[in-house]
């Protein structure tokens, strides 16, 4: 079965900081990997998606992410994080393409100024 | 283009009763998937329609149940209400649930007294 396990439920990062957000899957296959967010009382927005493509992944508003094997990692990151970042983030993974996602448990990101 | 929408977007039920949701995919969208979200297990899959049939269903009781109209267009339904059930209920649809981006709506909140 897959899982995903992200490390810290809270990260609090300063206003210009770099953000880094960890994801460790574990899959029987090669994966599908996802990074959300999800803003107070919305659904959740598409940041970026692995497709086995390209290892080095560019997302929307700056954010990236890097799929290594070795590590099972996908972490998240962005150079400077800005006061709209504030949200929660969950990194999902499939197996049997993109309808039936797995997500950990979610990182609550708090940008301070 | 219209984005996914969900209604009631907030539901209070008591013990016992039963509920019904729904979702409106994007616009020719034919896949519908269907998620639970707690504070104590985080999202889970519930199920994924697709051409109005049950292509993948997720770890929940019998209980839970959904059906998608020729239309595209997708209903749960919850059946003797339990506590637990509480929850914020997503909904996300995609062009054909294999390999194209999934969207998520704003979330039904169920509240069950």
């Known amino acids: 079965a897959q899982s995903v396990t992200q490390l810290g439920s809270h990260v609090s990062v300063s206003e210009g900081a770099l953000v880094l957000l960890r994801c460790n899957y574990s899959?029987?296959?090669?994966?599908?990997l996802f990074w959300y967010v999800q803003y107070p009382n919305q659904g959740l927005q598409l940041l970026l998606k692995y497709t086995s493509a390209a290892t080095l992944v560019k997302g929307i508003n700056g954010f990236e992410a890097e799929f290594k094997k070795s590590e099972t990692s996908f972490h998240l990151t962005k150079p400077s994080a800005h006061m709209s970042d504030a949200a929660e983030y969950f990194c999902a993974v499939s197996d049997k393409g993109y309808s039936t996602l797995t997500f950990g448990k979610g990182t609550m990101l708090l940008v301070s100024p | 283009k219209a984005g996914v929408t969900q209604t009631p977007r907030y539901l209070i039920k008591t013990r016992g009763q039963q509920v019904t949701l729904s979702c409106s995919p994007i616009s020719g969208h034919r896949s519908v998937s269907w998620y639970q979200q707690t504070p104590g297990q985080g999202l889970q899959f519930l199920f994924e329609?697709?051409?109005?049939?049950?292509?993948n269903k997720g770890n929940f009781p019998g209980r839970f149940s959904g059906r998608q109209f020729s239309n595209s267009r997708s209903e749960m339904n919850v059946s003797t209400l339990e506590l637990g059930d509480s929850a914020l209920y997503l909904c996300?649809?995609?062009?054909?649930?294999?390999?194209?981006?999934?969207?998520f709506g704003p979330g039904t909140r169920l509240t069950v007294l």
């Open positions: 329609y697709f051409s109005e049939t049950q292509r």
């Open positions: 996300a649809s995609s062009q054909t649930g294999s390999t194209d981006t999934q969207y």
């Open positions: 899959s029987s296959v090669p994966p599908y």
